[in-house]
């Protein structure tokens, strides 16, 4: 398509041939394709404005044969849809900071004395008399030289909004950790954005688009009852709601945005005064907003804080505490991701107890039963807790937990909520594994090594079906958009599905679907297109799509290594030792794999898969990626940058083929860090490894 793409693009509309305007609305279909189903391009934004306007003199020129021929235009149409259904990637001005996060006082008792000493430094306090200016423990001082605000920390959607000429002109957005978006239309949709204001000059806005925990489980309680996606937190279903492309639906979606940064108001030195100004233009704010005169109030303050969490309506992570004298924050300046005038301070996990009510043996995806605690509900943040885990009954019998017990649970962020130590026993029973699957009724065995036990039946059984099917259409595997887990369950109960093929093949079920309660023409196709879409799959993928017990990404990853063609994954040859020559194996997982692919039942699915797949092998991937210098390398990334999750560099890092380390050693290729990684760097440098920013690194990709 390239070769076309330039083509077309060096050749004039008069040497055009009414064939080649066919072609040229392909190559632009395309493109357009690429650009915004797909988030990619091959050419430039300028290059494909260029063939559009191409296409439209074109088929202006041609438009006796177009109708002749009743063919259609598709300028026009390119365009319409390009407009209703994308967000525009734009740039945007100023760079996107983020603050320090700290969870304790002595980190605020620091931050403070950094402040004063930055400030000393810097040269601005001379002409002063000490008396003026005293730092340390108390951190008074007579003239108020220093005063902090405090506001809520929101953790949500970061928008920024552009006004000019007294009226709201753009919105946008982090699209990914690199592009941003335009959403002015879908911004239009939330009630609480001023879209003109009592302020003619240039002004950017900066804030958070947010969900209110009641909106929250509306939205959920709908979906469920739709079997539509079912948000597992408000933030991700603000997200969702705000890039829908029917901004009709945003409206709906009752959001509010929070405003807390600005550039620039000229009105005062003071950022409380400027925030405040804000609100008199129409924004809302924090509606915590507080000043403190010293470190110590900012502490009581803190203190003080928890009753007024409880009675929001929104989830916030933290305070924010920002020097509020603006002319001071050029003074005490910026590290290279973090200003040194701000800091946040995050609340610390949630600790609360509660009654154990029942207790219910759960089998997962690998065969193994877990006893998850039905709890009485509670109220932890936005979420109301029903369930929390007891990972093992070694665990269960280490923690003396029997059902009627109290027990203290503990959850930090989104991570599941885990029962951490009885806090009174008014014990009713002793909580034992079950002696038969909750779900097949087949006889539980113990793996004597592993303390577990599991459910034999692992080709039959309901519940570890349905989990392999879950975790097969989910992030980890083939991540199929529209696909969840409430449909998952539905159509296996129902026989719509039993495997991994029949998935493949739910295109044929397409009435039966319909048919169903809850399901539209149009859910239903985007399903089938999500589907339709993975059957081009990588050897790897398909792997960890057919969730073999152990096998997860990194795993999978290895083990692709043995797959260079289809003849390998219809006719398994390898054995044992063979496979336990590659990286990071264990005996297990060998002897496993062996089971699986040479297993009957499973010979018979791959026969099928292979017949409807377009599986790239091994071989493939090496001849794509062998000049990339991360391939095939040991690359150690440390924990934090402030712009991009780590989860996502070693998802980049994955597509090359690479392998993870966690820690700097000889054998190490690469070291993917930032300033702060000390320990790391310094040992790095020892060893005469290869250090990477994170600029030079996605240059290298
Ligand atoms: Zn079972």
Redesign the pocket.
Known sequence: MLKKTKIFQEKDVLEFYFEEVLELQKVLEYHSDLYYNKDTSEISDKEYDDLLKKLEQLEKIFSDVFLENNLEKKSNKIWAELVESTFKKVKHSRPMISLWNTYNEEDLRDFDERVYKNIENSGWTQGITPTDFSRGESCIHPNNLINYTLEFKFDWLWVELIYNNWKLIQAITRGNWIEWEDVTQNIFQIKNIPKIITYKEYLEIRGEVVMPISSFDRLNKEASEKWEKVFSNPRNAASWSLRMKDNRITKKRDLAFFAYDFWDLAISDSYYECIKNLEKLGFDISSYFEKAENISKVIDKIHNFWDIKKSLDFEIDGLVLKVNNRELWEEIGYTQHHPKYAIAYKFPAEILTTDIISVVHQ?GRTWTITPVANLEPINIGWAIIRRATLHNYEECEKLQVWVGDSVFIKRAGEVIPKIIWVANKDSEKIIFPPIK?P??W?EVLKDEEKVRYY?P?NNE?F??KKHKLIYAVGKQGLNIDWFWKAQVELFLKLWIISDLYSIFKLSEKKEEILKLEGFQEKSVNNLLKAIEDKKNISITTLLIALAISWVGKKTAQELSKLFTSSDDLSDFSYNIEEIEKLDDIWPEISKNMVEFFTDSKNKELFKKLLNILNIEFYKEKIIENKNNIFFWKKVCITWSFWEIKRPDLIKELEEVWWKFVTSVSKNTDFLVAWEKAWSKLKKAEELWIKILDLTKFKKEL
């Open positions: 089998v699957c779900s097949c087949t459910c039946n059984c519940e570890q």
